[in-house]
């Protein structure tokens, strides 16, 4: 049985805001940015927060860091209250709010993981270790930044020292506000990389918040849509794909022998599949067509590559043209 | 994991500031005869030292009243600024929530990690002041002055921790980054007396004065500038004020910081 990490069940919470209006008259508005959010993490999955901005990730975060109340609904950190137990869940969470501040800018890399560690109660020759331990790791010490004043960081470096910052009390649970927001390509890479590093090789759990659909294809086990303070939609990302396709298309290209006619060819796959099939000759070979429903999708393929093998077919393309993870998003959030 | 860690990471974000940053040790050490040459600069406008003793009514070498003033002024200016503003400064510079979800309470983070800071700046700037001392008072008197205003200085911070971090508390819940110290500190120290006697002021001002903790850090310093030699009674009664204050700040700073903390993590100030 999957160990539950993170347990938030109806999370709700509003925000009062004013607008100016005049020099002295103000106009009080009330913001709900959750409208009861429930969600499950387990342990050693990257978990993804997926919404446009204002959608409520950030708050969803922010309460889970215990840096916010709830104005009602319930959440726990391996088993305990965020807001009740409040300091057990921060012995065990790292977290990343903001990459491009949050340290002191006149102290070295090495110097804020060394003062913060002590913060959160480490010392002696056990902090200096794992600083060193967190530096390697993030590739500050590579790129010989650990020793440069923070004040001389570009954005990739200051993004690394975040996650080293997260990682360095050896949390079981990392909680990252867009990690990768405004990084160069290489260092996005480096921490994704990380990223799946820390939750499958070393057993942590990860929640990350983006808007990048490319990290969380890559990174993310499952992920939940957040929109408008709803969570709107929950799976692995083929679960979400699958969820708003009707139908996909597989489109093969294949060297038929003498012996088989197109329609014969046609006739076999027809048995494989419930939905239309075209076959038509090309230059450079036969072109099959299958439009299909998503659930179908494996077993009808590998069912496809049986028959087509065992009538002699050689096979040189597969393609596969389903929906992206950008239109499941549009079309679960409206586009927005 | 304890306090002691705690301690410790102020005073290394310290020594590592001045490692870092030898521009600030040296107005560490340039600030406070700065400010002592200004306000006996400033003295000597308006007449002789004999002229200084007959307005302002203390029977004090100017040299070593301002010595005292200086220091205890800045001491408080320091620990009001550095907690009670330490919300804001955090704030800005974006360390506020990874100071918050460090496992301590609020209170205790922002107090503990502060208290190194002020040992280490306090002390060296009494300690550059001791040879101005023993010019002034000899040798027996200028150390007994030296001991007396550690003294005032270690006993006088108790209770401006809890009253600072009660404006921490305040400064905590306000979304708005305006700067209250900035206002607030000049008009503290007047008020406590550091610059003035408490009982020349008018009877309001003599009142808030009474509430205040720095009034009796001042009346403590400036014992020794008046006497030449600290009168025990007198110490004593000054040093149970302020323990009293101590506690009575503290608690309700404790109190109050556990309140605004709450309310700043409801309204979404952090």
């Known amino acids: 049985m999957k160990e539950e990490v993170v347990a938030a069940e109806n999370l709700r919470k509003s925000y009062e805001t004013y607008l100016r209006r005049g020099l002295f008259n103000r106009e009080k508005k009330v913001v709900e940015a959750l409208k ?23 708050t969803t975060v922010k309460i889970l860091s215990t840096l916010l109340l709830p104005d009602s609904g319930k959440a726990t950190v391996l088993g305990y209250d965020v807001v009740k137990e409040a300091v057990e869940v921060r012995r065990r969470i790292g977290v990343s709010l903001t990459v491009e501040k949050g340290f002191f800018w006149k102290l070295t890399g090495r110097e804020n993981l060394m003062y913060f560690g002590m913060l959160y109660g480490m010392d002696g020759a056990e ?9 390697e790791l993030v590739g500050l010490e590579e790129l010989g930044s650990s020793d440069k004043l923070y004040e001389e960081y570009s954005l990739g470096m200051k993004a690394r020292l975040s996650i080293a910052r997260a990682l360095l009390t050896d949390p079981e649970l990392l909680i990252l506000d867009e990690p990768t927001l405004g990084l160069d390509p290489p260092s996005a890479r480096l921490l994704r990389e990380l990223l799946i590093k820390v939750a499958h090789q070393e057993g942590k759990t990860v929640l990350i918040t983006t808007h990048n659909m490319f990290e969380v294809e890559i990174v993310c086990d499952r992920l939940a849509i957040i929109n408008e303070g709803i969570i709107v939609a929950m799976d692995t990302v083929d679960g979400l794909k699958d969820l708003v396709s009707e139908e996909i298309t597989l489109e093969m290209l294949v060297v038929l022998p003498a012996r088989v006619s197109l329609k014969q060819l046609r006739e076999e796959i027809s048995e494989v599949v419930s939905s239309r099939v075209e076959v038509d000759p090309t230059e450079e070979g036969t072109r099959i067509r299958v439009v299909m429903r998503p659930l179908e999708k494996e077993q009808a393929t590998q069912e496809m590559l049986r028959r087509l093998h065992s009538m002699g077919c050689s096979v040189r393309r597969i393609e596969v043209k389903e929906p992206t993870l950008e239109d499941v998003f549009i079309e679960l959030t409206g586009g927005k | 994991m304890g306090l002691w860690t705690l301690l410790k990471s102020g005073l290394i974000l310290d020594i590592y500031f001045f490692k870092n940053n030898r521009a600030q040790l040296v107005s560490m050490f340039a600030w406070p005869y700065i400010l002592l040459t200004l306000m006996l600069g400033m003295g000597f406008l308006f007449g002789s030292a004999e002229t200084f003793k007959s307005n302002v009514g203390v029977e004090a070498d100017p040299v070593v009243f301002f010595v005292a003033s200086t220091l205890i002024a800045m001491a408080s200016l320091s620990v009001m600024w550095e907690v009670g503003g330490t919300v804001l400064y955090h704030r800005w510079i974006g360390t506020l929530p990874y100071m ?12 503990m990690s502060y208290i190194p800071r002020y040992l280490l700046w306090s002390f060296m700037q009494l300690a550059e002041f001791v040879p101005v001392l023993i010019w002034r008072e000899g040798l027996v008197g200028g150390l007994s002055d030296t001991l007396v205003m550690g003294l005032a200085i270690v006993v006088g911070m108790l209770p401006l921790l809890g009253f600072a971090a009660i404006f921490g508390s305040f400064l905590l819940t306000i979304k708005e980054e305006t700067n209250v110290l900035s206002w607030l500190n000049p008009i503290i120290l007047i008020l406590s007396g550091a610059f003035y006697p408490a009982y020349l002021f008018p009877i309001w001002a003599r009142f808030l004065s009474i509430l205040l903790p720095t009034t009796y850090t001042f009346e403590l310093a400036r014992l020794s500038s008046l006497l030449g030699a600290p009168k025990l009674a007198e110490m004593t009664f000054l040093i149970a004020v302020l323990l009293g204050m101590s506690f009575l700040y503290n608690a309700l700073s404790f109190t109050l910081m556990g309140k605004a903390e709450r309310r700043a993590l409801k309204s979404g100030a952090v």
């Open chain 1, 36 to 58: 009861g959010v429930s969600f499950r993490i387990y342990r050693g999955e990257v978990f993804g927060l997926l919404g446009p901005n204002g959608a409520g990730k950030t």
């Open chain 1, 127 to 135: 902090l200096k270790q794992r600083v060193q331990k967190m530096l």
């Open chain 2, 100 to 111: 918050l979800i460090a496992p301590y309470r609020t209170s205790v983070t922002l107090v």
